[in-house]
C-alpha cells in the first residue's frame, strides 16, 4: 500500500485553497465594477440582489450545489465518490466569497461616489475589472517568474474576445465533429466532452 505523503497533501491544499481566495477576490472586484459578472457567478448575484435575505456566498454555495447534484444524476453509477469533495471546495468559495465582499464594501470605493464625469466613473470601472481579471495574474507572475509570464496585451483580448469568437464557432461544431470523427465516433467524442466539462 502506497504510504500517503501527508505533507504534499497539507501543501497541495493550502495552494488549492489560496487559489479558491484568490478566484473570490476578483469576484469581488468584478462585483464592485458594476459592469457585469461572469457566466458563472451570474446566477448568484443576481439571486443575491432579489433575495438579499441569503448573501452572494450563500448562493453560490446552493447553486454550485446544485450544479454538482445534477452532475450526480447525469453521470449515474460513473460517477467518482471523491467528486463529493466538490461540495466542500465550494463551500469554502462561497465563504471567501462573503469575505472579499465584505473587504471591498469596506475598503473599496464605490466609483459612483468620486467627484468625476460620468467618463471617469466608467474608466474606475474598467480598472476594477481589470483587476478582477488581470492584475492578480500580473502579482504572482512577478512573484515567480520576476517577470510577466504569459500576461501581456492578449490577455485582455481574449479576456473581452474569446466569449464573442466561441459564438460564432458554436453552430459549427457538429459539423467539425462529423468531419474528423464520423457520425459514431462523433457521438463517443461528444461523451468524452460531456465528461470533461463535468469533471
Not at 87 to 105: E, P, Q, R, S, V
Amino acid at each position: 500500500m502506497n504510504k500517503i505523503d501527508y505533507s504534499t497533501m497539507f501543501r497541495k491544499i493550502v495552494i488549492y485553497c489560496l487559489g479558491l481566495f484568490i478566484m473570490a477576490m476578483g469576484v469581488s472586484f468584478s462585483g464592485s465594477a458594476d459592469l457585469g459578472m461572469s457566466p458563472v457567478n451570474s446566477i448568484p448575484y443576481v439571486l443575491s440582489e432579489i433575495f438579499t435575505q441569503l448573501s452572494m456566498g450563500t448562493w453560490i454555495i446552493i447553486i454550485f450545489s446544485l450544479y454538482i447534484l445534477i452532475q450526480f444524476i447525469i453521470l449515474g453509477k460513473n460517477i467518482q465518490p471523491t467528486r463529493i469533495l466538490q461540495l466542500i471546495c465550494t463551500t469554502i468559495f462561497g465563504y471567501f466569497t462573503d469575505f472579499t465582499n465584505m473587504l471591498a464594501d469596506k475598503f473599496l470605493p464605490d466609483p459612483a461616489s468620486f467627484a468625476l464625469p460620468v467618463v471617469g466613473v466608467y474608466g474606475v470601472r474598467l480598472v476594477y475589472l481589470f483587476i478582477s481579471m488581470v492584475l492578480i495574474a500580473l502579482i504572482i507572475s512577478l512573484l515567480y517568474f520576476k517577470q510577466f509570464h504569459g500576461i501581456r496585451e492578449g490577455t485582455v483580448i481574449a479576456a473581452f474576445g474569446v466569449g464573442k469568437i466561441l459564438g460564432f464557432y458554436e453552430p459549427l461544431k457538429p459539423k467539425v465533429y462529423n468531419l474528423m470523427y464520423g457520425s459514431k465516433q462523433k457521438q463517443e467524442k461528444q461523451q468524452e466532452l460531456n465528461n470533461g466539462e463535468l469533471a
